[in-house]
């Protein structure tokens, strides 16, 4: 069974600086999408950025950007710039891109809390 | 804006009194989720639909059902909810492949 894991229950960054929240996971897939997904206080899970494991490119958006390491499970998210707005809880998620069963579902982190401070 | 809408954003319900929670998409998506979320952690996945057919994740107590009726809509029934069972419920979709779109939760209290 695949795992993923967030070793880091709580980060903090100061505002305009750049923090790194890490994430490992266990496969014997070599097909698959990891994600990041951000929940704020309110609480609505939004995606961050997704990643398939078949791009060995990077995935960017904006300020937020994965240094994924195949080899090394491992899938880590910078946040550049940060800013007052990306203070939330951070899940780590792998997902199989082969469908059936239970296969296909979302496997979560136990996230990291993130504080900005001003 | 296509979009998965839960209904209600909170919920307040009687110790023992059946409660049902709704979720709706616009996204026409084949697959969809129930996860309970307590604070601070991560959601648990109760059980999905792959269209119709429903999958029941092994340790979701027989308290917990749900119904899908059509695409668009999926319903959360607790037959008799307990102290324990007060959560954050989630709602999401997908399709078979690819990232999981949320709904906003419904916020469950048991009195």
């Known amino acids: 069974a695949q795992t993923v894991t967030q070793s880091q229950p709580e980060m903090s960054v100061q505002e305009a600086e750049t923090v790194t929240l890490s994430c490992t996971y266990d496969t014997s897939e070599s097909d698959y999408y990891l994600f990041w997904y951000k929940q704020p206080p309110s609480r609505q899970m939004i995606l961050v950025i997704r990643q398939e494991a078949y791009k060995q490119q990077n995935a960017t958006e904006n300020r937020f950007s994965v240094n994924f390491q195949k080899a090394a499970k491992s899938f880590s998210l910078k946040i550049s710039d940060s800013q007052l707005g990306d203070a939330a809880m951070y899940f780590c998620a792998y997902r199989s891109a082969n469908y059936g069963g239970s296969q296909g579902n979302l496997i979560f982190g136990k996230g990291t809390k993130l504080s900005v401070k001003p | 804006d296509a979009m998965v809408i839960q209904n209600p954003r909170y919920q307040v319900t009687q110790f023992g009194k059946p409660v049902t929670l709704s979720c709706s998409q616009t996204?026409?998506?084949?697959?969809m989720y129930w996860y309970q979320q307590k604070s601070s952690q991560a959601p648990k996945l109760l059980f999905h639909y792959y269209d119709k057919d429903f999958n029941n994740e092994a340790d979701t107590p027989d308290n917990f059902q749900s119904r899908r009726p059509n695409t668009s809509f999926c319903f959360l029934d607790i037959r008799s909810p307990g102290l324990g069972d007060a959560a954050m419920y989630l709602c999401a979709t997908s399709r078979e492949v690819g990232g999981y779109t949320f709904g906003s939760g419904t916020r469950l209290t048991v009195v």
């Open positions: 996204l026409n998506h084949n697959v």
